[in-house]
């Protein structure tokens, strides 16, 4: 009797460095339904470079598009960190280049923290640790990071994706990546990943990059 072959499911893949990116995309994982592997990254030490280190080393293997998550405050911070965040961005343009598995840089700035707020209707730019602890009721910028639930408790509080996505003011963003998608056959290409450096230090985002593309398969969430 031949055995039965055993199907392998395509994932997305996320690379992140901070304890709330890993719980809020864990939260996406878990209660939107969708094929995400998280990939944490320890960023002591090496900085960026330890993303480059980290993505050289993972598979490509059963994966749909890898997500590279950092924040832009490092860059900003010291001009070494600026040369390292270059290194990465030209990494993803090789891949991307190469037409293999896409490579989508994401960069915020100042932090994820701040992606949080815009979550919410009434966040009006304020200092994110203010808002976190004032409108959200957490008793400590640290308690939101190791909150394992961080997603899930900013919806019950009324943020939402919606709110997220119109409130990103795409002059200031970092990184801006032209992606086309082909639903039926499910390939995501990224066609040019273009570099902003003079944003380092304006508040901006470009995550709504990984809605879009979601979007773009028919993946609701």
């Known amino acids: 009797m031949s055995r039965k072959e055993r199907s392998i499911k395509k994932v997305f893949k996320v690379f992140c460095e901070g304890d709330t990116e890993y719980n809020y995309f864990d939260n996406i994982r878990t209660t939107k339904n969708i094929s995400l ?8 030490g090496g ?7 980290k993505l050289k080393c993972d598979s490509y ?7 590279i998550v950092v924040d832009g405050d490092k860059a900003h911070a010291d001009s070494s960190e600026q040369k ?3 290194e990465l961005i030209q990494y993803c343009r090789m891949q991307n280049n190469s037409k293999r598995i896409p490579h ?3 960069v915020n700035f100042p932090d994820f923290e701040y992606v949080a707020c815009l979550h919410f209707e009434n966040y009006n730019g304020k200092n994110s640790e203010q808002f976190i602890t004032g409108e959200l009721k957490y008793k400590s910028i640290s308690d939101f ?5 961080v997603l899930i408790n900013i919806e019950n509080k009324g943020g939402s994706f919606n709110s997220l996505l119109k409130a990103i003011n795409r002059n200031n963003v970092i990184v801006n990546n032209k992606i086309s998608v082909k639903k039926k056959i499910y390939e995501i290409t990224v066609d040019k990943t273009e570099y902003y450096s003079q944003n380092i ?3 901006g985002t470009n995550i709504n ?3 879009d593309v979601l979007d773009k398969l028919g993946i609701l969430i």
Request: aromatic content about 12%; some cysteine.
């Open 37 to 44: 592997a998280i990939r944490p990254v320890n960023m002591g």
């Open 47 to 53: 900085g960026y470079a330890n993303f480059i280190s």
């Open 61 to 67: 293997s059963n994966c749909i598009a890898k997500f």
């Open 84 to 86: 390292r965040l270059d």
């Open 104 to 106: 989508i840089l994401i």
């Open 145 to 149: 990071k190791s909150d394992k639930k």
């Open 201 to 203: 230090g304006k508040k």
């Open 209 to 211: 990059d990984f809605f």
